[in-house]
């Protein structure tokens, strides 16, 4: 464009947060990457996650750069917002392999990840991903904002359902599962066995005792999976199977702070947004939850803000 | 069917739970029985009631049957779904005598029933019918989960309306209404002229005594009848008449787990339930909750689950 | 059930025009086999392929049983509704393979089935079971009602794709694409190549000579797929890519009329209906096609209707 | 108010059109009045009749008053909105007593009455009244523009249901049905018998010559009762059970603006209309087609405007 | 009309609480006045905050009359609710004018108002027009429930945004911003250099001590502006930019409440409810607070009861 | 990106068509260039235009790059989408300056424009930009598809409303508007003092010679305005105020190509698409419809495609 065109009062372009592209956000620069990833192939009671990404950024457009709560500019560490990743129709393990591959190829940038779906089967690749660049000496935590084990081993015919998505890391990671509330007999069998420090939904506690015991059972790597549907369905009944009995806002924004502060965050995911047309008030949340996890991640790396 | 087609990969049967039908599940081996009654005849702010109970039943498939707060698996009493009854449309009080009709019909049969609504004016039938059966000696007490009275002696040219429900009742039974917030003054003067032991809305504390308040003014044999609308909109706002200030989840559990404890449960009702297009939240809390009714039952009576 | 709770104004069940069980609509009596699919993996503009088959049956409980324009009662025939056939999720080939098994099982049983999707790709399976038991001397033609071209050789890294479904049976017999208005030109050029003699959706014209260009193109036995995308969208919104300048109600059953009087069908399916909720008038439409199809093959088959 | 209030630039009153109040349109000086009735009591596929007369009175005040086609101002005959009327929820028997009051009523003060539904069976009151005033030596015909024949004798245990609302007519008045397509057997035999001249939706043939049919079978004296679901869904899909193949915008008022011109129209209603939250072009259309019946009127009557 | 038509059941008017009109909801008799304002220019993320008022009208008239929580009847006070005005479509600032004028015009005749919005925007000229009545003696305070600042000096070009609105006053009157979530780092600069005492959304404490500091905060003479937005989108999902962490219902009831009791509330506003089409729970929430703010200030004036 | 992540299936960028970024789209060699406007200030009954250039752009994303009716790849001549033009919330006429200027600016650059709205009093800056540069000797022709007249000299205190666009440029052009259904008698009086050639919507006869009519009125030079709502509500029920008695799909584009072939067309809008939450089928249709534009462009200008 020439500068007469430019002068023009142009929008901001469709990325998280409509930020202005290029210098601080451009991918080289950028601190924080934002993967889509609409990927919906298995089944639940309502449909949709594939446009939890788009409606994700579009309502991030509207948030408020500042952040008020920690007097601070989060945008300031670079936020790239990559295209859509667009997986494989040949099923799920096919589409989970192309999509380990990005993850892989994103890490090895130095990049802080956050990656929005989509369903939850999509959290099994960047997961293994970093458990396995920490190594053997090391082992990742995994702390799973969740209303559902996700602990089945085989669902649908496949055991790459988002409904195994945790059975399918909990060999390799110390899983955390925090806010559930609908789990099968098999899957409880397996916590008793495994003794997976489950929170279930009603021991989330308004003193926030839970709160402790969640921290506690974290080691120092953590990476964090938020299935939305973690959230009561009052604040977000968009999601696939909106369980009653969920988390709020405060005290969850309380804990991740805390993860940040007091833990090494390796990446983060929020998935299972099953927009209602209509209704953006949970997209508008989701946007937000993404943005204070930018912040929190933005306090901790300062200056050197890439993710390691 | 033969045994090739057999063994293809069949749905669950649209039935409460998705449960396999005969067996345990077949109405003569059932320890309780669904009756869902689609009745939607008087007028409120929004309508559709008579849409609540096949949303029930439809978000009822996707409930995990295992109930890890309990530790058990409630459907093992046998859980049976009738089709729907559908009443008469040549006025309420023909309909509601059509009803009271089946209600007979299915306690002759000694069956737990619970009464999926449809209109809250359905709630006096079976009311009736179990004061009747107590006969003279012993004195039904009915808890009323709700955010109106109904307590009006007519309404809209009859006193078979929804609004009416418990002024039709309430000389037979021991009302205990909780979580009221939308009364006329006249339902006020009869609340205090007979001493009826009220809980409003603004009194659900957080700390939970008005559970104790409740329990203190039931009687040995109680029936629960909730219209949906006690909960808060922000949970259900799929009702006729959603009021803010309402009732929330885990409270309410306390409170109907610990009635099925130390009292005797002779049936339970939850009417009006107004689906809205494309937001199943409200319905799968509605049936979550019908399912915890089943599986407080199923505790207190054990292998022998016959309400009685 | 006793005579008393027999004799209850009970409502229909949950089938295909809500029929009463037993009887003439016995799997072993009925001439006609609903079969529902609910099967939605690959991804299109807007998604809910999955709900189709649920809406349509709830629909088709208001359809009236007589038909004015036949002065016949199809239902006579014997329709059987099937529940719900759950394919695998372990991606398209396997979920396919299952539903073959299906196709071929119902099929040597001699049973008319209309199959009611689901994505477009589930249409290949009983495509090709029926051309199997034809055999080498006779070929069937597929009548195929269809915006899309649906002949990409390959879509988002599969080739059992629904953009791909018709390419899939392409070889394999005589296709007769009607309705088509969005096609790549890679589909343009197989069209010539094949020499597929395609109507397109400008070539509707209102007299109706499209109607004998289709029929001349058919052969003696024909299988119809009816992708509801096919329906302008002014009737039709609720599917998942709704091109403009579609077909109309009338001329289109004056179409599936004739070809039931003057060719041999010997299957049909009704897919891609995809509901947009609180607006049922697509979901009504899809019904009415289907009864429409039972009667049109009730009337070919007289006394003894199975599929043949 | 003051003047300096009465200055404001205040928006139109809640009526038809959004007229002044007071002056032409007065009760007394108006010579069209508009009566809605939402009532709602049986049952169809979707509900929200009730909410049809508010919608088409929101919808009314975007009309441009000055009617392009016939080149005149419509609303000048004076129009007058009375308030909703709200019949006895005791049953429909009671109700529609009440409504045949309030006809007889409105007729005794010589109004031209256009009735908004509100659900069908609300039509045999004013057709009532109008018979009765007519008197044994002139008989009324009814020009019913439907998609269902409502000729039921009995539906849901009472013969006051709109599935039986013509029934309840037909033995006082020469019926004329045009645009059926939804019967049961008992209907046709009905209209076999009876020889009822009905047009069905299939016979609505583009060249028009169902118009001239329909005005052949008319009398003198019209009734003319418009269920919106005569209609094509395509362009009303907001009704109880939404039928394919209806009629379509300018033929529909050919017919009627004919009728008015050629025969003298006596009352006339709309009924049905169940508005779609969020979806207003069919609350427009029936908006629009009052405004018509105005402008029909209108010119039929000049100066002395009063329906007599 | 006559006596006989007067006897019908006709429904209630469409005012707020569908009160009859005349007597004490006469203009002149009346303490309140309801002034709907459907103003809609600015733009944020979702729109329709022009059929906010309207649907606080229809909502309205499904409230109960009496209040249990004060033993009242509110509504004796006389409410009398205005046309909708509709402000200049020539830009915000001939709007605003015209605004300022009618509230000029109300003040003058001494009427408490309370003004329904449409956008923030409109709070501006009765804010101004109450502080200017006070005179240079009295300082107003304006109690702004909210969750963004509003504290910007320009938005989209003008001054007059809805975003602006706070800022426009705030050199004038005594802010008192409570439930704020969303700001700029400009906005903050501001709040802090003018130490404006803001009470942040996390700072909303289950406590009540939030209550007692914007009590302390406010002077003698109070203006109220309420944001719909202030409540948490659980309960009020229907607002233009819906921010995560709000008010709830019985605390904020006891803030007015005690605002009205221990400070002269001069007017109010309730602005910026959006409507979700089918989503009637929070225009219920707002019309029932609307009511409430009628009950608190009936209670405060008593016999006489006109805003001073 | 590097090369490795550079390889993954990245989905589209989001523009019109979803075509890929740089080369033959970038602004420098795209002979089309997509102006989106989303304007929305003035009122109609429904909202939402300032949503329309976003749907249409994301429902572009879904429309086949090859056009079957005419055999081409339009998208060849360059298509290069511009960010979102945000004018001012000053008022429309400040507003409406702005995007004079932006239409200067960009017809400096000899494109051809297709501005997507929006309200429809953004056509008039790009009519007067384009007959400015006709200059004295050659006048422009505007084909103006809409079902309202939109001549009034004012609106809602305003000459800048949307009712209002074709008034402020009727002197300046020749105006030819199409499909009219809806206007006041000023204006038709303005229609026939001025001999403005307008075809209403009850002659767009079916034989097409409304198509003849409206090209003989035609200039060489000529801008198209579509006001969405020119199409029948049954095609496009998302839009302000939807008239029925609108185009149809086929006769419309016929009209188009025929302009495009037989004149010279200088820059086009499609504008007032107010997209309903849920139901994208008119979406669609707009994308196609501006893409059916651009392939007339191309075709009509073949290599060197740039408007002029």
Redesign the interface.
């Known amino acids: 464009?020439?500068k007469?065109?430019a002068q023009?009062?142009?929008?901001?372009?469709?990325n998280f947060l409509g930020l202005p592209e290029g210098d601080a956000h451009e991918?080289e620069a950028a601190g924080v990457v934002i993967l889509p990833v609409?990927y919906?192939?298995?089944?639940?009671?309502?449909?949709?996650t594939?446009f939890g990404p788009?409606r994700i950024l579009?309502?991030s457009r509207?948030?408020?750069?500042?952040d008020?709560?920690m007097?601070t500019?989060p945008h300031s560490i670079g936020v790239h917002t990559?295209?859509?990743?667009?997986?494989?129709?040949?099923?799920?393990?096919?589409a989970l392999a192309?999509l380990r591959?990005?993850c892989d190829?994103?890490l090895?940038?130095e990049k802080f990840v956050i990656m929005l779906g989509g369903e939850h089967s999509i959290s099994a690749p960047p997961i293994q991903a970093h458990a396995s660049r920490l190594g053997a000496t090391r082992r990742l935590s995994v702390l799973q904002l969740d209303a559902h084990g996700d602990l089945r081993s085989k669902?649908?015919?496949?055991p790459?359902?988002h409904a195994c998505v945790m059975y399918r890391v909990h060999q390799d990671v110390d899983l955390v599962p925090v806010g559930?509330?609908?789990?099968?007999?098999d899957e409880?069998a397996l916590m008793r066995a495994k003794k997976i420090p489950t929170i279930?939904g009603?021991e989330l506690d308004?003193e926030g005792k839970w709160i402790e015991r969640a921290l506690a059972s974290l080691g120092q790597d953590v990476y964090i999976t938020i299935d939305i549907d973690f959230f009561?369905?009052?604040?977000v009944?968009s999601t696939g199977?909106?369980?009653?009995?969920g988390g709020t806002?405060?005290p969850t924004l309380r804990l991740l702070e805390r993860v940040f502060t007091e833990r090494h965050v390796v990446g983060v995911d929020v998935v299972e947004l099953a927009p209602?047309?209509?209704?953006?008030?949970?997209d508008?949340?989701a946007a937000?939850l993404v943005y204070k996890l930018v912040a929190y991640h933005q306090r901790a790396h300062g200056a050197d803000s890439r993710g390691r």
Chains 1, 2, 3, 4, 5, 6 share one sequence.
């Open positions: 464009m020439d007469r065109l023009l009062p142009w929008g901001a372009p469709v991918f609409p919906e192939a298995t089944v639940s009671y309502m449909g949709g594939r788009r579009e309502a509207y948030i408020e750069l500042y008020h709560e007097d500019e990559l295209p859509e990743l667009l997986l494989s129709g040949a099923g799920p393990e096919a192309e591959e990005a190829a994103l090895a940038r669902y649908e015919g496949t790459f359902s559930i509330r609908a789990i099968t007999s409880r279930f009603h308004p009561d369905p009052s604040l009944p199977t909106p369980e009653p009995g806002w405060y209602i047309p209509g209704v953006v008030a949970p508008f949340l937000k």
